[in-house]
Nanobody, 115 residues
């Protein structure tokens, strides 16, 4: 069983920063690929960022240069540093991972960016 728990969301003004954390536990390698997704009200859930077992990263175009995904494998943690936040970044942010033919999701953390 794999559990993912996100934290670090909140309310911030446009141009501000937040750092999201995702704690992974259970029978999963600490270097397993991890993603962040987000879902804004009335919209489909969308991919935000990915970090691979080799520490390679990938981002959706709308966050490139503003968001940084990282990990601390020793602590089984994944982070999403979000800078220069915009109102359109407002969403519930989810940590997720694909392992043994199953995609696991956390419960999500709300990020609200005011203009």
């Amino acid at each position: 069983q794999v559990q993912l728990v996100e934290s670090g969301g909140g309310l911030v003004q446009a141009g501000g920063s937040l750092r999201l954390s995702c704690a992974a536990s259970g029978s999963i390698p600490s270097t397993n690929g991890m993603d962040w997704y987000r879902q804004a009200p009335g919209k489909l859930r969308e991919f935000v960022a990915f970090i691979g077992s080799d520490a390679s990263t990938n981002y959706v175009d709308s966050v490139k240069g503003r968001f940084t995904i990282s990990r601390d494998s020793a602590k089984n943690m994944v982070y999403l540093q979000m800078n220069s936040l915009k109102p359109e970044d407002t969403a519930i942010y989810y940590c997720t991972t694909y392992y043994r033919a199953y995609r696991y999701w956390g419960q999500g953390t709300q990020v609200t960016v005011s203009s």
